[in-house]
């Protein structure tokens, strides 16, 4: 269960890069950095100046670069469930998200995915970046990967 | 591969790294984070991250850095800067 678009929600979040696109405080908007801590309402993000911001998850939109783990497009290929609302690349993220329906720990994000440009080969900056509605990511941090389990049995 | 055994990894790495940096608050963070996670969903902990991590302070040990590391007869020593120590066997 590498970390993909369809876990992230589940996942560890901490040491991932992240923008936030949106949020209801707009001194938040637009900082950039790699989340360094993260409580149950909020990130701890580090800028590339060393400074720590906090920023609430809830009513923010953040974008996330997920490392690209297999060369290929193994983690590109999977998101076309997504391909609904799928962005074209270099689109700013203004997309109003559908939150309908969120359970507030859904296992599968409504996340709207693009990979980028570059990153069929494997580039140095590129990675495939995730816009989700940080809503879905209040839950506390310890206990976000248990919740549902992989079992086909569900 | 579970997601929980994959966060434990990272945990621990980004552990090593806040420790390297001397972020030593931070890196204790993540290994109560890591720890937490692994009782939640009942993983256990891999070998490793027992034996370099403080039970006492929860910090990163860091052989040299933060923690002494001295071999005695039959088991291993490691004390932690905050005077907690850790003790397993070895065999020769
Ligand atoms: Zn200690």
Redesign the pocket.
Known sequence: MALTPETLTRHELIGLRVRVADAPNPDLIGIAGRIVAETMQTFVVETSEGETKQVQKRGSLCEFRLPIEAPGGAITTDTDEAAGDRKVPGSSSELGMETAGVRPRQSVPSASVRADAASPDGECEDGVYVTVDATTLLSRPAERTEVTGDSKWR | MTIAEERIDRLAELAREAAIDGEYDRSREYVRLARRVAERNRCGLPRRFKRFT?D??D?FLRPGRNARIRLQDGHVVVR???G?TKRYPYRA
């Open positions: 403080c006492d302070c910090v932690c800067d905050c907690a």
